[in-house]
């Protein structure tokens, strides 16, 4: 007979002490968070041994359960590994949420190609900006804008973001030539949400006191970016999301720095479908694709 400890205690205090929140972890399980801390508690009391310790309002791990969380956490994964391939889950459809601006500008386009060399992989994509809890089973992969930090996640770098000044080519034909940073003072400006990102760009372009106006503004970055090709005005663009028009040349660059973004894309994925087949081959498939448009656009340089 296995002497296991409550396994459901055990799985309050993985999420516990991956979090170092029992807020958090509650948020993950769907419980309250007395609920987390009795299950603590108990599972406290079947070992012995204290696992978790406050310091004013912060929760630290104990040296006993730092070493329980590094085995437990692995444990979980194994057993959550092996019960998706008994249920066979990986024979239906691929489901992946996606950042709306990134499935609009970049992977819809692109999807072709994934289907000519991955006819087997049906997939099924729901575009939300909304985070998705990883616990719940409604997907498979998320492609999200971040830090890389998703906690007890598996999170593989797609593309850095840059920004850029992008517009029409009717637009960059009213413009000086050869352009420069403060000849976009005068232009119509589209803003992306937050607001501040032109604010950025003017000041990493040595003009720190630049003087913006008002123009509109989208909350999503395709929306913007269409604005700007059908020639509304000029909007610091996602490169990595405009590398498509760039290279139809419905956006044009008409002026260098390019800025870096402190967020980047990620494809983000729990660990217990990380050795399925078909996650393995969208993957590659999906990294691949991003490496091509990053070297694509080394030489969509601005315009002279």
Same mark, same amino acid.
């Given at each position: 007979?296995?002497?296991?400890?409550?396994?459901?205690?055990? !799985?309050?205090?993985?999420?516990?002490?991956?979090?170092?929140?029992?807020?958090?972890?509650?948020?993950?399980?769907?419980?309250?968070?007395?609920?987390?801390?009795?299950?603590?508690?108990?599972?406290?009391?079947?070992?012995?041994?204290?696992?978790?310790?406050?310091?004013?309002?912060?929760l630290r791990l104990t040296e006993a359960g730092g070493a329980y969380l590094a085995e437990v956490g692995e444990v979980l994964?194994?057993?959550?590994?092996?019960?998706?391939?008994?249920?066979?889950?990986?024979?239906?459809?691929?489901?992946?949420?996606?950042?709306?601006?990134?499935?609009?500008?970049?992977?819809?386009?692109?999807?072709?190609?994934?289907r000519e060399s991955h006819p087997d992989i049906e997939l099924k994509l729901t575009s939300s900006p909304d985070s998705w809890a990883f616990t719940e089973d409604r997907f498979d992969l998320a492609i999200r804008s971040g830090l890389g930090r998703w906690p007890g996640l598996k999170a593989d770098l797609i593309a850095q973001e840059m920004l850029g000044p992008v517009c029409s080519p009717a637009v960059a034909a009213g413009?000086?030539?050869?352009?420069?940073?403060?000849?976009?003072?005068?232009?119509?400006?589209?803003?992306?949400?937050p607001r501040d990102a032109w604010s950025r760009w003017f000041r990493h372009a040595g003009l720190p006191e630049a003087a913006l106006a008002a123009g509109h503004a989208f909350d999503d970055h395709?929306?913007?970016?269409?604005?700007?090709?059908?020639?509304?005005?000029?909007?610091?663009?996602?490169?990595?999301?405009?590398? !498509?028009?760039?290279?139809?040349?419905r956006l044009v660059r008409p002026v260098d720095p390019i800025l870096p973004n402190d967020y980047s894309y990620w494809l983000v994925y729990p660990r217990t479908v990380?050795? !399925?087949?078909?996650?393995?081959?969208?993957?590659?498939?999906l990294l691949a694709e991003a490496k091509a448009t990053a070297a694509a656009l080394l030489v969509q340089g601005a315009a002279p």
């Open positions: 007979m296995r002497r296991l400890p409550p396994l459901v205690a055990v !799985r309050a205090f993985e999420a516990g002490a991956r979090h170092l929140s029992f807020t958090r972890a509650a948020d993950e399980l769907c419980v309250t968070q007395t609920a987390i801390s009795h299950q603590v508690r108990q599972l406290e009391t079947w070992l012995g041994v204290r696992l978790f310790e406050r310091a004013g309002h912060a994964d194994r057993l959550a590994a092996v019960t998706e391939t008994v249920r066979g889950r990986h024979d239906g459809p691929l489901r992946i949420t996606v950042l709306p601006s990134f499935a609009s500008c970049w992977l819809v386009p692109r999807l072709g190609r994934f413009l000086p030539s050869p352009c420069s940073p403060s000849d976009l003072l005068a232009s119509h400006l589209l803003h992306d949400t395709g929306h913007l970016l269409q604005a700007a090709s059908e020639g509304q005005g000029m909007a610091l663009g996602k490169l990595f999301l405009a590398e !498509r028009a760039l290279r139809e040349g990380a050795g !399925r087949p078909d996650v393995g081959r969208f993957r590659n498939w």
